[in-house]
């Protein structure tokens, strides 16, 4: 159940602890995730609105709370450096579409959850935050969720989601890297596999 969970949480919506900075508000960063949070348990798990209604709602709060540009990028790594302004360009709006068509119909598992949110840790990346929160379960211990926060020039977004000390980005990026070395068509082949699962 647990792994189940963290699966969904983790596209629903999606890194490491350093010497404290002080460019980031914590109090700030934990507040954004927390309205996150509750905005999909109002406006999309409990609505009583048509599949259709929830996946625009969904689309709509995935859309501003992540920053899926700067993720698409990490997430392609070193690949996006040689891809093509096309290539990039497409890629991203691939990658964004799979997450929303993807989660936004399991959303609905969230149904009597609830985060319990415990502060922040600090990050060694300029600008960026780790927000701690945990979810309990029907059995076993509580799930750990560790949101990784962006702050732009004040801002927020979310980066990354990391469930049970796994990051959802790394996983995505080792994943892509592989498909990318073991087909010949490159980035391409990469969107093309991506747009096949939508």
């Known amino acids: 159940m647990k792994k189940n969970f963290a699966a969904v949480l983790a596209a629903a919506l ?7 900075r002080a460019d980031v508000d914590g109090a ?7 309205n996150v ?12 609105v048509s599949q259709a209604e929830k996946d625009a709602r969904f689309a709509k709060l995935f859309n501003e709370a992540l920053d899926l540009d700067f993720i698409g990028q990490f997430v392609l790594g070193r690949n996006w450096r040689t ?8 890629f ?28 922040t840790t600090p990050s060694s990346s300029k600008g960026q935050i780790f927000v701690n929160s945990t979810v309990p379960m029907d059995q076993g211990e509580p799930a750990k969720v560790v949101w ?51």
């Open 14 to 20: 999606m890194m490491f602890a350093a010497p404290a």
């Open 28 to 34: 700030k960063a934990e507040a954004f995730v927390k």
């Open 37 to 48: 949070t509750t905005q999909g348990i109002e406006q999309i798990i409990n609505a009583n």
């Open 83 to 90: 891809a093509t302004p096309e290539q990039r360009k497409e």
């Open 92 to 119: 991203i709006k691939v990658y964004r579409q799979l997450n929303v068509s993807t989660w936004s119909k399991r959303f609905d598992e969230f149904k009597g959850k609830e985060f319990i949110f415990s502060g």
């Open 148 to 198: 990784r926060v962006r702050d732009k020039n004040g801002n927020m977004k979310i980066v990354d989601i990391i469930i049970e000390n796994v990051s959802l980005a790394i996983t995505a990026r080792n994943e892509y890297a592989a498909f990318i070395k073991n087909n010949p068509g490159g980035v391409d082949a990469l969107i093309a596999n991506l747009k096949s699962k939508i």
